[in-house]
């Protein structure tokens, strides 16, 4: 019979009734609400792990755009891409009634924009336009696939564009993730084992300037807290329902510790005020969780 040291039994012991009270105060705020909700927590340096539903695969919205960054990265770290290539940009890339800060600083369109503006807009601000512009450099949204299958990522799936998506509402029911597949991505990307050094930071840094979202995963942390996010947003539809209202995110803790977290709301028919103060909630009781 294999023997169990006393650190890791007491490890065992902490590590469930932790679980236990996170369930609780979790449970205690997704309750009676008209949603489905997945939630993955995963600490970098303690192996500690939380899963809500983080198996079911839940639409990602802007979420993917992580995944479309590092895919674009990529190819950057293997030569095939300069981030200093301009890309011009015009009524064809710039398209209207659709989220663009890309678009709202070049109205009358550039004729060359650095590839690296394109994805730090994206990125942090969630452009649209520009998400759509990266897809057409990598040649669509196979490459990405093709990349995070190669690295392991499971439960994963990037079918449709923004423009598609913008197109067909089922469309982004094509494009998921789980909230366990979303943890797992971000502490590989974490651990250097998706790109370089360089280009690994360099996302960080991006995700660390993200700007949009501010009432979800960050809304309750104490200010300063440094949490390299991408958020995600369906709306809602003529039916009045929410696809997605999403968040992933690296947060660091004030010891210097790191977690993942994963909230994915999914079929909400609650008010986009109750599906944000959910993700932000949960985020809280994590925090206050793992910062004991």
């Known amino acids: ?69 590092v895919a674009v990265l990529n190819i950057v770290d293997q030569g095939k891409l300069s981030l200093d290539q301009k890309i011009p940009l015009n009524a064809s890339n710039l398209l209207k009634n659709t989220w663009s800060p890309l678009r709202d600083r070049y109205p009358d369109g550039n004729p060359g924009v650095p590839v690296s503006e394109i994805l730090e807009m994206t990125v942090a601000k969630s452009d649209n336009n520009g998400c759509d512009i990266l897809l057409n450099l990598l040649g669509g949204t196979d490459t990405v ?37 979303a943890t797992d991505v971000l502490k590989k990307f974490y651990d250097g084992k998706l790109l370089s050094e360089k280009s690994t930071a360099y996302l960080m840094k991006i995700m660390l300037s993200t700007s949009t979202g501010m009432n979800k995963i960050v809304e309750q942390l104490p200010k300063n807290t440094p949490v390299a996010r991408k958020t995600g947003a369906s709306g809602k539809n003529n039916a009045g329902l929410t696809g997605a209202e999403n968040e992933i995110a690296i947060v660091t803790l004030p010891n210097g510790n790191h977690y993942a977290i994963a909230v994915l709301v999914s079929d909400s028919t609650e008010s986009d005020a109750v599906n944000c103060r959910m993700i932000s909630d949960i985020s809280k009781a994590v925090w206050d969780d793992l910062n004991k």
Request: aromatic content about 14%; overall charge positive; cysteine-free.
């Open 1 to 69: 019979m294999k023997k169990i040291s006393l650190l890791t039994l007491l490890f065992s012991i902490w590590t469930f009734g932790q679980q236990t009270v996170l369930n609780q105060k979790i449970q205690s705020i997704i309750s009676n609400k008209k949603a489905t909700v997945g939630i993955s927590v995963l600490g970098f340096e303690n192996g500690f792990a939380y899963h809500k539903n983080a198996d079911q695969k839940l639409p990602m919205q802007s979420v993917f755009k992580f995944h479309i960054a």
């Open 145 to 181: 696939q093709k990349f995070m299958d190669s690295k392991g990522v499971k439960d994963f799936q990037i079918r449709y564009s923004e423009a598609q998506m913008h197109k067909d509402w089922n469309a982004q029911y094509s494009n998921y993730t789980t909230a366990e597949s």
